[in-house]
T-cell receptor, first 114, second 113 residues
Framework: DTGVSQDPRHKITKRGQNVTFRCDPI?????LYWYRQTLGQGPEFLTY????????KSRLLSDRFSAERPKGSFSTLEIQRTEQGDSAMYLC????????????FGPGTRLTVT | AQKVTQAQTEISVVEKEDVTLDCVYE???????LFWYKQPPSGELVFLIR??????QNEISGRYSWNFQKSTSSFNFTITASQVVDSAVYFC??????????FGKGTKLTVNP
């Protein structure tokens, strides 16, 4: 059984550009979470999906951020008009049904906005 | 709202020393979970342990042990006979009535040979 995978692992972009990250959860995990981790801080919750429904969003998720999970499998996180403050590690996690306390994390996508 | 405080920003020890990482949590939930994760330099979060609020028994796993005390809202983590491979950032986290995990800011542990 493979773990949570994320692509790309690293992304360097110029301010103002749009970026999209992908997360593939562990198969049969119906819950998927996005977190953001800035340097020297712990991960902070952004949003989560149960199947294809986005059920909770943090106030950290500004209008420039959008997340989707169209078929209840993989998810994408898009950041429009990137800003230097968006530079962070974006972590994805998934959990099995009825066990949200078992969140398995992927390796993360490190975004650098220049 | 949940809050997790890890007062120790960085700890440096010499190999074979014992080290305790502190974690204090705040919650209004009667049912909640507490976690410890390890984040090595590679960046991936590695799950170490989960405890629920109804289980205050201490746990030992090899060189690792955890002390959960509801009376002081603490969930401390001790590494016995530390090794260089234990060097990492360790995060304490909680989960209450919501799906989200709330993390502390982490404690960077450096074990020197």
């Amino acid at each position: 059984d493979t773990g949570v995978s994320q692509d790309p692992r690293h992304k360097i972009t110029k301010r103002g550009q749009n970026v999209t990250f992908r997360c593939d959860p562990i198969s049969e995990h119906n819950r998927l979470y996005w977190y953001r981790q800035t340097l020297g801080q712990g991960p902070e919750f952004l949003t989560y999906f149960q199947n294809e429904a986005q059920l909770e969003k943090s106030r950290l998720l500004s209008d420039r951020f959008s997340a989707e999970r169209p078929k209840g499998s993989f998810s994408t996180l898009e950041i429009q008009r990137t800003e230097q403050g968006d530079s962070a590690m974006y972590l994805c996690a998934s959990s099995p049904p009825f066990a949200s306390y078992e969140q398995y994390f992927g390796p993360g996508t490190r975004l650098t906005v220049t | 709202a949940q809050k997790v405080t890890q007062a120790q920003t960085e700890i440096s020890v010499v190999e074979k020393e014992d080290v305790t990482l502190d974690c204090v949590y705040e919650t209004r939930d009667t049912t909640y979970y507490l976690f410890w994760y390890k984040q090595p330099p590679s960046g991936e979060l590695v799950f170490l342990i989960r405890r629920n609020s109804f289980d205050e028994q201490n746990e030992i796993s090899g060189r690792y042990s955890w002390n959960f005390q509801k009376s002081t809202s603490s969930f401390n983590f001790t590494i016995t006979a530390s090794q260089v491979v234990d060097s990492a950032v360790y995060f304490c986290a909680s989960q209450g009535g919501s799906e989200k995990l709330v993390f502390g800011k982490g404690t960077k542990l450096t074990v020197n040979p």
